[in-house]
């Protein structure tokens, strides 16, 4: 079988590890506009895979998904790991969610939505006792939290390039770089399926579709140190710091309706540092080592959709959830592709255009 796959990034870059890891014999194509390092979307991501905090930006169903996301990364990555001797953290220490005393309102309501729609096995109250063992600075400015304990942070500045390795070891897939592609049904006649993964670039193709700009600091604060992602509630400037190696934080993210990727603008990097430093005053000594823009690829109901047409199969709308989304459904487009039908555990994604 001969498979092009459109769009290098998340997406993308997963559904060929995974088709090479099912079947060898598949010769995959992979094209992108941008080279293998680009800094796109995925990378500029936090990573975070985090079902249960993102409860009050999320449908009902995110959280079923979570489940599978999380035992997926767990197995994934050693494997990738192994594979490419490069290693990919996946750091599955939970989040904390926080609020200041003068949010008492959007810690109320985040409450009531946590009680409303998640499982009690997925989260708890923390006192500033149990807040000041598990994340002993946090303590520092607040009096209690919420943790979710099950959540992770994928090292994603780790994961694109150890895919790329393995891209490379793997001599049945070849890499079209810098080779842009808008009319997929041309490119179609030399393959027997074509994967379109181009996020925001195959806006042009589908309906109900739009983009959602997000605005990250990435920054370096060795005073801070803490071991596991942190959200902040707040009624204008919702924060999330996802840890890194070395010290390094990503704090995110805006979430503004435009498809335009222009840089971080004065208001948004004031209001993401301002809401930091409420946090914890360590980040007043932090340099900002850069601001990234995003656009997240978006349906009109915020959740993914895997297109099935008969020889163009569209994998779009990750939205804010890439790292949540992305494992459940290439193995459910695996499934598919495998003629395993029955082993398909969200079949309400796929729409079927098969004529
Ligand atoms: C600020 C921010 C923070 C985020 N944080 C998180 C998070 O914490 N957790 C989480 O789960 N998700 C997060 N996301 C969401 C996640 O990054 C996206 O859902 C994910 O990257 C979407 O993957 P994709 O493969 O569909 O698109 P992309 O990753 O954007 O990849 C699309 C690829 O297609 C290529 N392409 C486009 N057009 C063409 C063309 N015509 N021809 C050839 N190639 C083309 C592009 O160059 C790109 O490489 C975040 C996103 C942003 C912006």
């Known amino acids: 079988m001969k498979i092009a796959i459109i769009g290098m990034g998340l997406v993308g870059r997963i559904l060929a590890w995974r088709l090479h890891e099912s079947d060898?014999?598949?010769?995959?194509s992979l094209f992108d506009q941008q080279d293998r390092d680009?800094?796109?979307t995925g990378l500029i991501a936090a990573a975070m895979v985090a079902p249960h905090s993102e409860v009050p930006n999320t449908e009902p169903i995110v959280q079923r998904l979570g489940q599978h996301s999380f035992q997926r990364w767990k197995d994934w990555l050693p494997k990738l790991e192994a594979q490419t001797q490069q290693e990919i953290s996946y750091q599955?220490?939970?989040t904390i969610v926080v609020a200041h005393p003068q949010d008492q309102s959007d810690w109320q309501r985040f409450q009531i939505k946590a009680q409303a729609h998640i499982d009690s096995k997925e989260w708890q109250t923390l006192n500033q006792t149990q807040l000041k063992h598990l994340e002993p600075e946090l303590a520092q400015t607040f009096s209690q939290g919420l943790y979710f304990p099950n959540e992770g942070v994928v090292d994603n500045q780790a994961l694109y390039p150890a895919l790329n390795h393995y891209f490379k070891q793997a001599e049945i897939i070849s890499l079209y770089e810098n080779t842009r592609i808008d009319n997929l049904n041309l490119i179609s006649a030399n393959f027997d399926k074509v994967f379109d993964c181009r996020g925001n670039g195959a806006s042009h193709?589908?309906?109900n579709f739009r983009s959602v700009r997000g605005e990250v600091a990435r920054v370096i604060a060795p005073e801070v140190k803490f071991s596991r992602a942190i959200r902040l509630l707040h009624p204008r400037f919702p924060l999330y710091i996802a840890p890194r190696k070395n010290d390094e934080?990503?704090?995110g993210a805006t979430q503004i309706e435009s498809d335009i990727d222009t840089p971080v603008t004065i208001r948004s990097g004031l209001e993401l540092l301002s809401a930091l430093y409420s946090l914890h005053?360590?980040?007043g000594e932090a340099?900002?080592?850069e601001f990234?823009?995003?656009l997240r690829p978006t349906f009109s109901d915020n959740l993914p959709k895997i297109e099935w047409g008969e020889k163009i199969i569209r994998i779009n709308g990750l939205y804010r959830h890439g790292y949540l989304f992305a494992p459940i459904l290439i193995d459910d487009v695996l499934n598919k592709i495998m003629g395993n039908e029955t082993g398909i555990h969200f079949p309400q994604f796929i729409v079927n255009n098969e004529s």
């Open 24 to 28: 060898q014999t598949i010769k995959i």
């Open 281 to 283: 005053q360590g980040f």
């Open 249 to 251: 934080y990503i704090i």
């Open 38 to 40: 680009y800094y796109g």
């Open 92 to 94: 599955q220490n939970g």
């Open 205 to 207: 193709d589908l309906n």
């Open 292 to 294: 990234l823009v995003g």
């Open 287 to 289: 340099q900002i080592l």
